[in-house]
């Protein structure tokens, strides 16, 4: 039997195992940073295929898989998200892409010995908010891995897609409480907040395209007869690239200290989540994964999106190392993301097939490259052409 068959066989035979992580992930969600039964159960999945595990990897709920052929070779890494939202669980379908990260390594394991190298299943926790990933590409995990490949559920079929730049920035008001009856002793974190407020939203008719500039009131009083003496507000700024999030964010943090200043007011500002860089893009693995899609039947596969909206932490990935976050759809166009919509589909037929696509798709991408010395090598020099074009 041939290499390609073993690998599309390997997650049909196994589909049962991978559905039964959906299904306990979707019974059991953990936020960001508390996945720690998650990461036990995938742990004890990979152990039992055969991979070199270690829990607690980088950050306390990361973990790392390795299956080393010990013999010269590509390293290949597929990523696992497993956190869930608060309140809606799995509204993003990380439930399934960990499954889809586990099957897909486990493909790989089959075939790999002919080859040489080694294949890395990276559990990259806290992806909404708190950038498993970022810490990891910090930490060096990326630095020798020849690529990094996963897939996303949603509401199309695609190749992936560019992300903006994250800068998330908090501001903290501290006046002096009073009775509203006398004003005049107090000094409101609340008007500085609120002014500051009007002001950034302000600045909105004056960025590029594509940057967007989100925010909220975090806190702003306990009592309508008392001068406030705290509040915050809690800001997303998002561009194409991270120096122009940067350079909006700086924009807003002077407007910000001349009200706090004007007002009498002690401002503290910090970074209150993670920063997540743009996703860079690698139109080699991009096609790749269009062509191992067709071939499995995948059809409407849209091509890479070159409009980035939201944000991930996958961006801090890119920059390490070629990156590939595809597209499967599991639900219909006017689904979105972060829906009950959306975790309802990861343990529906639609999540088994998309689950079945996904999971061979980037296995087939990764023996691809392991087949032609000289496509990854294709792949290596548009990303350090690329890399270069942004230093």
Known sequence: MDAKQLVIDSVKNKLDSYMEIVQTLYDNPEIGNEEFESMALLVKHLEEAGFETESGYVVPTGFLGTFDTKKPGPTIAFMCEYDALPEIGHGCGHNLIAAIGVAAGEALKEVIDEYGGKVLVV??????????????????????????????????????????????????????????????????????????????????????????????IKDGGEAANVIPDYASLEYYFRAPTMPYAKEVSEKATEVVKGISQANGTRLEISEYECPYEDTVINYKLADILTEKYTE????????????????????????????????????????????????????????EEGLVNAATGIALVALELLEKPELLAEVKAEQEETLAKLS
Do not use: W
């Open 123 to 216: 559990g990259t926790p806290a992806e909404e908010n708190f950038g498993g990933k970022v810490s990891m590409a910090e930490a060096g995990v990326f630095d020798d891995v020849d690529v990094a490949l996963m897939v996303h559920p949603g509401n199309e079929n695609g190749v992936g897609s560019r992300s903006n730049a994250l800068m998330p920035l908090k501001f903290e008001f501290f006046g002096k409480t009073a009775h509203g009856s006398h004003p005049e002793n107090g000094i409101s974190a609340l008007d500085a907040a609120a002014m500051s407020y009007i002001q950034i939203n302000l600045l909105r008719q004056f960025v590029k395209p594509h940057t967007y500039i989100h925010g909220i």
């Open 296 to 351: 499995l039947g995948v059809e409407d596969i849209k091509p890479v999106n070159e409009v980035g909206a939201g944000s991930t932490d996958v961006g801090a990935v890119s920059y390490k190392c070629p990156t590939i976050q595809g597209n499967i759809k599991i639900v219909p166009e006017h689904i979105g993301a972060h829906t009950t919509e959306l975790a309802d589909a990861t343990i529906s037929e639609a999540g």
